[in-house]
């Protein structure tokens, strides 16, 4: 047993398929072993638990199990964090007509839409405990009863799910079921934070860079100066990956088609800890006015022109993200940390197409 898993951990088997190299991308030793476990874990039926910070890219070790996995059903996703504990269960679930009130027709479950496939149960550490309980005997039945119905249904999905949270931790504290946790947890894979892999950073800027050429045309892709690479790569990058992606989008709105230098990196791109040059645990006190208006001069001098209206937009979408992620996709509890009525942040998030549970 011990060199099965030092195989899977230290082979030599190349990890050859292109399909999980374009899906996850780096090729740090961290991520090396990662898809290394991923594609000896993929194409077995056993449930699997991944866990990360926030950011990192749980999802995306989601996908790539589930496309390695040879299922000829789809990928069921559900955030158990995004919906309400009372939705949540007939989200899972499914219900009959007229089983409560407001069921006005039958709906099919996540779970049955999973069959044959894979249901991916994000951040299932926040999963209320009677629910809990309720996947537990699906997962020793391989049945589901919609709520409202009698009839039990028979399903076949492999499940994955993931978790910011330790759940050794939750278990010790009574927040998550033991038996549950024995269950899903046949094979833990953890994704690391994206500090751990810094050598990564380039690599994931040109996947980027390389997507954005597709849809937008080469004309469209700003340029990093090696200079601004070396600052991306020291920075601690607490949002992981997430906060890569949000950077880089502001750098194609803001430099499109033009060199982006670590100056430009500094003042425009809004990445913090970087005038010490040096990752930092915590984040940055906040700036004066005068501050933050000489940085905004030293910005107008260090490019030829500003969108402001994109620019300010994509501000905009960053506080908006960031409040829904540490509110964990609550809407009014966001709202109230940006000091807006609830329904003005409802048509905020219409109008800029901002999720409830940022990806």
């Given amino acids: 047993m011990t060199k099965i898993w030092t195989d899977m951990l230290h082979g030599s088997a190349m990890v050859d398929d292109v399909r999980l190299d374009h899906l996850l991308v780096g090729a740090s030793p961290r991520m090396t072993a990662l898809k290394r476990m991923i594609t000896r874990v993929a194409p077995n039926p056993h449930p699997v638990v991944v866990q990360g910070p926030t950011g990192a890219g749980k999802d995306v070790v989601a996908r790539a ?4 996995s040879n299922r000829s059903g789809k990928l069921v996703a559900v955030n158990c964090a995004a919906i309400p504990a009372d939705l949540l269960e007939s989200e899972l679930f499914g219900h009959e007509k007229g089983a409560f009130t407001g ?9 049955e839409q999973a069959h044959g496939g894979t249901l991916f149960l994000d951040e299932i550490g926040d999963m209320p405990a009677a629910l809990q309980a309720k996947l537990l005997r699906v997962l020793e039945t391989r049945r589901v009863q919609r709520l ?12 994955v799910t993931a978790t910011h949270r330790d ?4 278990v010790a504290a009574g927040r998550f079921r033991q038996d549950l946790f024995y269950r899903i947890n046949v094979f833990g894979l953890i994704v690391p934070a994206l500090a751990e892999r810094s050598e990564d950073i380039p690599h994931l800027l040109d996947a980027m860079l390389a997507r954005l ?3 937008a045309g080469a004309g469209a892709a700003p340029r990093f100066t090696p200079d601004a690479l070396r600052m991306l ?4 990058w607490p949002g992981n990956v997430r906060e890569l992606r949000n950077v880089f989008d502001r750098a194609a709105v803001l430099f499109a088609g033009e060199d982006i230098t670590a100056e430009a990196c500094k003042v425009a791109l809004m990445v913090p800890g970087f005038d010490t040059g040096a990752a930092t645990e915590t984040a940055p006190t906040t700036r004066s006015e005068q501050q933050d208006a000489e940085a905004l001069r030293q910005m107008l001098l260090s490019v030829p022109s500003v969108n402001l209206r994109g620019y300010l937009q994509e501000i905009e979408i960053g506080l908006i993200e960031a409040a829904l992620e540490l509110s ?7 709202a109230r940390s940006l000091r807006l009525k609830r329904t003005t942040l409802i048509e905020k998030m219409k109008k800029l197409s901002i999720t409830r549970a940022p990806a």
């Avoid at 759940?167 to 939750?170: F, M, Y």
């Avoid at 790569?233 to 601690?236: N, R, V």
């Fill in 167 to 170: 759940l050794t931790q939750e």
């Fill in 65 to 68: 199990l589930h496309m390695l």
């Fill in 233 to 236: 790569t020291a920075y601690s």
């Fill in 148 to 159: 409202g119905g009698r009839e039990d249904i028979e399903v076949d999905f492999r499940l």
């Fill in 103 to 111: 069921a006005t027709e039958r709906r099919i479950g996540r779970v």
């Fill in 213 to 215: 050429r597709v849809e």
């Fill in 328 to 334: 964990e996709g609550c809407v009014a509890q966001a």
